[in-house]
């Protein structure tokens, strides 16, 4: 998923992708200040496409752009339409896009409050996608990295400066032989993983932690709605490391993994057969199709 598609939205209009002449001179590139969204599209029934909630990421987009202090010219509507546009134009349909935010040339030192970002679309083809990386189970780590405290860093915003120490946690983890990391807050409770959320399954209940320093992150919102909807419990609240070791299974949840049941956690081992997981799988996984009874209002079409 290296590689983006020919055509972008920029600014505007939809033009060649990396046709923006930008310098190195990029106010962003110099201080981590980039607003982002990762969003899934997939195939629709008419032969189009449609973008699992579409409306939800681009109000996050919208926000994180609050919360670090920089403005939009254009309205979560209208970004939306993008990213339709940029679909559309590259003909995909299973699809990973990522709009982007930011500061462009000749902003040096920091930015006045309420600069006006540059905004594009760019759009990959996970076609093939989903037989790699969903059907990973993936090995977990406890970090010695911890999650930026909230009084440190608008923790609520997907911004890039944040992931300077998903990165490190991550590298760490991959080179002692794990898939990913899973990071505590500043107070010792469970935050989230590198990239992507976490919860865990005891009985009938899930467990899913309530961190300031965690990303509010839209697939374990999905998660916490459709388990609801199943008839199963969901305690949302701080969520010491040590009580995971009691959990029947644990999750990840993402955009671009969607849920996925992990296989250990250091030494401790989940079951990933979990049948409460696998019911959250399946309704999850109806659901980015369009086709859950009740929530096709969360695939947006053109």
Known sequence: MNEPAKLMWWQGSVVPSGDTALTLANHSLHYGLCVFEGISAFPSAEGGHHVFRLEEHMTRFAESCRLVGISLAQSPAELAAACHETLTANGLRRAYLRPIAFLGDGVLGLAPPGAEAQVAVLAFDV????????????????????????????????????????????????????????????????????????????????????????????????????????????????????????????????TAGGVRPVQCLDDTVFDTDNAVVAEIVRDYRQAELGLLPGHERWAARP
């Open 127 to 254: 076609s093939s996608f989903d037989s790699v990386i969903r059907a990973q189970r993936p090995r977990l780590t406890l970090s010695s990295v911890a999650r930026l405290s909230p009084h440190a860093f608008p923790t609520k915003a997907k911004v890039s400066a944040g992931y300077l120490g998903s990165r490190t946690a991550w590298t760490d983890a991959r080179r002692r032989g794990y898939d990913d990391a899973l990071l505590l807050d500043d107070t010792g409770f469970v935050a989230e993983c590198t990239v992507q959320n976490v919860f865990g399954v005891r009985g009938r209940t899930l467990l899913v932690p309530d961190s300031p320093a965690a990303l509010d992150g839209i697939t374990v919102a999905s998660v916490i709605e459709i388990a609801g909807g199943l008839g199963y419990e969901v305690d949302r609240s701080p969520l010491p490391a040590a009580d995971l070791a009691a959990c029947d299974a644990l999750c990840v949840a993402s």
